[in-house]
T-cell receptor, first 117, second 114 residues
Framework: AQKVTQAQTEISVVEKEDVTLDCVYE???????LFWYKQPPSGELVFLIR??????QNEISGRYSWNFQKSTSSFNFTITASQVVDSAVYFC??????????????FGKGTMLLVSP | NAGVTQTPKFRILKIGQSMTLQCTQD?????MYWYRQDPGMGLKLIYY???????DKGEVPNGYNVSRSTTEDFPLRLELAAPSQTSVYFC?????????????FGPGTRLTVT
């Protein structure tokens, strides 16, 4: 069965600190995709990144970076020099292709990040 | 750029009442999804659809029904509402037939059953 674990329920940092959000997943699929979504206090879900299981290159986008390690089934997300606007709940998600050939997402429980001035 | 729209934004139901949560997307996406989000529990998939006339159950389908008569619309029906259905409901759509691309989410509907 698919499973996504975000062990950190809540993280509090002070502005300009670096912070890493952990994501560990379980799957029997050989091909899968991993995602990170952001949910700010306004409630909408914002797509941040997608990574497929064959691409273990780390990715950097501005202050955001992602570290995908297939050997440890982890897809961690780091925010460098955090800002108050980064305060949100962050979800890691894993795709699964069922017998029907169609795919769905399994979400972790989320990590709430609080960045104080 | 409407994207995915959901109505209503808020609703209070009494136990046993029924209602339909509306979801419409204007991006011509084949895939559409309904999730519920309970506090501290992430999102759980209720139902999904891969095209007009084709729907399938997700992880938590009990107490809900869906239909997909057009590409644009994917309503979620609650029959005999129960307090356990108090949650925030999100509709999403995706352009391809595999979850290789992002899902676009609506703003959510906050439902309270009392």
């Amino acid at each position: 069965a698919q499973k996504v674990t975000q062990a950190q329920t809540e993280i509090s940092v002070v502005e300009k600190e670096d912070v890493t959000l952990d994501c560990v997943y379980e799957t029997r699929d050989t091909t899968y995709y991993l995602f990170w979504y952001k949910q700010p206090p306004s409630g909408e879900l914002v797509f941040l990144i997608r990574r497929n299981s064959f691409d273990e290159q780390n990715e950097i986008s501005g202050r955001y970076s992602w570290n995908f390690q297939k050997s440890t089934s982890s897809f961690n997300f780091t925010i460098t020099a955090s800002q108050v606007v980064d305060s949100a709940v962050y979800f890691c998600a894993l795709s699964h292709t069922g017998f029907s050939g169609y795919s769905t997402l399994t979400f972790g429980k989320g990590t709430m990040l609080l960045v104080s001035p | 750029n409407a994207g995915v729209t959901q109505t209503p934004k808020f609703r209070i139901l009494k136990i046993g009442q029924s209602m339909t949560l509306q979801c419409t997307q204007d991006m011509n996406h084949n895939y559409m999804y309904w999730y519920r989000q309970d506090p501290g529990m992430g999102l759980k998939l209720i139902y999904y659809s891969v095209g007009a006339g084709i729907t399938d159950k997700g992880e938590v389908p009990n107490g809900y029904n869906v239909s997909r008569s057009t590409t644009e619309d994917f309503p979620l029906r609650l029959e005999l509402a129960a307090p356990s259905q108090t949650s925030v409901y999100f509709c999403a759509s995706s352009p391809f037939d595999r979850v290789t691309y992002e899902q676009y989410f609506g703003p959510g509907t906050r439902l309270t059953v009392t």
